[in-house]
């Protein structure tokens, strides 16, 4: 039972506070290997920013957003725990929100829902009413013993005796009938989520299946009377869950006080499992673990072995401290995420990285894991550093964070050297609207990022007149004519407008990956977009003349097309100028030829003319 893949740097608790980092360690080591994360249904996270652990994050099986918050810790006859208090925050428009309380539900309509979730460990006021149950992580030192623990409802269940009226249409209305739950959290199978990716993950990087053990007992049920709730007896409808998933190596003695339930006595059912039994019980049978087919072979394949095409796109951020680069990276983060993609943010040019621990080489040092990606800090060469987060991680992306004093242009050589590696994309510089114009006349670094950009945010707009911004966007034409300019507001703007890679499920509609462009906003400062049907077959040369000598104000090009002569299509990618043909590697092959042209105050009808002819 290989135990030290889940230690960051090899380390094993030796404590019972240090227990918690357990945690941390299986959720960040499974969802560095992206097939493996995708198998078991890891979808999104996202490490609070808190004293103690805590976490958020997403799975295949539920629309809504999971909780984990630190909740202590301890030792009993020489094994460590921890416990967390687990949440689930239902998607507004799930059946399931039905289930919880109704102040609960009135948070999830707030403008501010997703706000609080990803800060919940600081308002007890609101993750109240989304308690699910208990987490809990043990760790035997003597043999290295782990396992994994909820306690938790099959429904939590309030009944209302008086029933809750609202003012209806004709008048006073039962919300809730006299006698009917006020809440009906199905809180088990909500909690078997969180147990089923963590010991699932958990059996991946041991290698081996857990010993399971189901434990249920009587529990009560509440009734809300008066404006106060008491228990009483459920006879069965409520039942209290002890569910614990066991890895000891096989020399070890299977000990049946290992883990112990916090409930004593009124047991009602009792189910173990073990994989040297062939038969799983029905209880258990949902768990991926005990399919140990279903985690075979679902480590992240090199697909650059197998003559793949895999480089991910490498995307430059700069811009002065405090322009707002940190909430536009944010934005494409969580943006990202969304599409299930994991990609590394690399801060480069920073001094030390404040790790504890490294899961890689000296080189890039993971600082945290934020939104389904890695975030490093590269106090090295670049190239190295690079080479080194793609090996180990794989992302779908890579963001180069550059520090406010830096000049992209100065990476121009490494870049060039990252090739084979990288796919470039743009240069991004977040812009400060408000003090641009001093920084011009105070910083000749300030020119030279506006210089090296293939796009412009001036954000922070909020404040000025439309004469203050345009005054603005003729000085950044004046230095850079061939950058495009967004103007923003806090640092609000989608990053699909700019980066949207998704050009594969175009096959089918050529515009649908990219409607955004059609739907003009404020910050859109007149950018449209066109999908235009190319022949089946193109002359590569005269194509990239035509590409070369547009004359029209393009930004971006995206498209898939099958040149005269091969035998298969390819993928065409223009940013600003410059641009890339590579081998279509999706093994879902178009119906037919197509590209997306992105540009300010375009003429679609010409632009479909200039290339059809």
């Known amino acids: 039972m290989n135990v030290n893949r889940i230690f960051s740097a090899g380390r094993a608790p030796e404590s019972p506070e240090q227990v918690q980092e357990l945690l941390k360690n299986i959720i960040t080591v499974t969802n560095y290997l992206p097939g493996v994360r995708n198998t078991l249904g ?10 103690e652990e805590s976490w958020t994050f997403k799975s295949t099986e539920h629309p809504g957003v999971f909780g984990l918050d630190y909740a202590g810790s301890g030792e009993k006859d020489g094994i460590y725990s921890a416990s967390f208090n687990m949440f689930y925050f239902p998607d507004p428009e799930e059946e399931a929100i039905e289930k919880f309380p109704i102040n609960g539900a009135v948070y999830a309509y707030h403008d501010d829902y997703r706000e609080l979730i990803r800060s919940f460990p600081e308002h007890p006021e609101f993750f109240n009413y989304f308690f699910i149950g208990k987490l809990i992580i043990t760790y035997r030192p003597s043999d290295s013993a782990i396992s994994i623990g909820i306690e938790s409802l099959s429904e939590d269940i309030i009944i209302s005796e008086e029933g ?46 857990p010993e399971v053990r189901l434990r249920q007992y009587n529990a009560e049920k509440k009734i809300l009377a008066g404006g106060n709730i008491r228990s009483v007896e459920s006879n069965g409808e409520v039942k209290h869950n002890s569910l614990i998933a066991m890895f000891y190596s096989d ?82 983060l969580e943006a990202q995420s969304q599409k299930y993609l994991f990609g590394a943010v690399v801060q480069n040019e920073l001094g030390e990285a404040g790790l504890d621990g490294t899961l890689i080489s000296d080189e890039c040092k993971v600082v945290e894991m934020d939104e389904g990606c890695v975030c490093c800090s590269l106090s090295g060469n670049l190239r190295r550093g690079i080479n080194t987060i793609i090996g180990e991680f794989m992302p779908d992306f890579i963001i180069l964070e550059t520090t406010g004093a830096a000049n992209p242009m100065n990476l121009t050589a490494e870049i060039h050297d990252l090739r084979d590696l990288v796919r470039f994309d743009s240069v991004t ?33 909020d404040g000025l007149t439309e004469a203050e911004i345009e005054e603005r966007k003729k000085i ?66 005269a194509f990239l003349n035509k590409i070369e000598q547009l004359p029209y104000d393009i930004f971006r090009i995206k498209g898939i097309m099958r040149f005269t002569g091969d035998d298969k299509f390819s993928v065409f990618q223009y940013v600003s100028g410059r641009y890339e043909v590579s081998l279509h590697t999706d093994e879902r092959e178009p119906e037919k030829s197509f590209i997306v042209l992105i540009g300010k105050d375009i003429d679609s009808e010409k632009l479909k003319e200039y290339f059809a002819n």
């Open 42 to 51: 890891w979808r999104g996270i996202f490490r609070i920013p808190y004293e």
């Open 164 to 209: 809750v009226m609202v003012d209806g249409a004709e008048g006073k209305e039962y919300l809730i009938e006299p006698g009917e739950p006020e809440q009906a959290i199905p809180s088990f199978s909500l909690s078997c989520t969180v147990f089923n990716l963590l010991a699932s993950s958990l059996s991946f990087h041991l290698e081996k299946a």
């Open 251 to 332: 020399e070890t003695a299977q000990s049946g006080d290992f883990f112990n339930s916090g409930k004593t006595g009124n047991e009602i059912h009792e189910v173990t499992w073990s994989s040297a039994r062939s038969s799983i019980p029905e209880e258990f049978s949902a768990f991926i673990f005990t399919n140990s087919g279903k985690i075979i072979n679902t480590t992240s394949i090199n697909k650059s072995l197998l003559g793949i095409e895999t480089k991910p796109p490498l995307y430059i951020i700069s811009g002065f401290l405090g322009a707002g680069k940190t909430t536009f990276i944010q934005n494409f």
């Open 476 to 541: 950044l034409t004046g230095i850079n004519r061939r950058a495009l300019i967004y103007t923003s507001e806090y640092g609000n703007i989608n990053p699909a407008l700019l980066y949207d890679q998704d050009i594969s499920s175009a096959n089918n509609n050529p515009a649908m990956s990219f409607a955004v462009h059609n739907n003009k906003t404020h910050a859109d400062d007149g950018l449209s977009g066109v999908s235009i049907t190319l022949p089946d077959s193109l002359n590569r040369e």
């Open 429 to 461: 510089i977040i812009i400060d609207a408000h003090n641009i114009i001093e920084s011009l006349d105070k910083y000749s670094i300030a020119k030279e990022q506006i210089k090296s950009a293939d796009i412009m945010i001036l954000n922070k707009t």
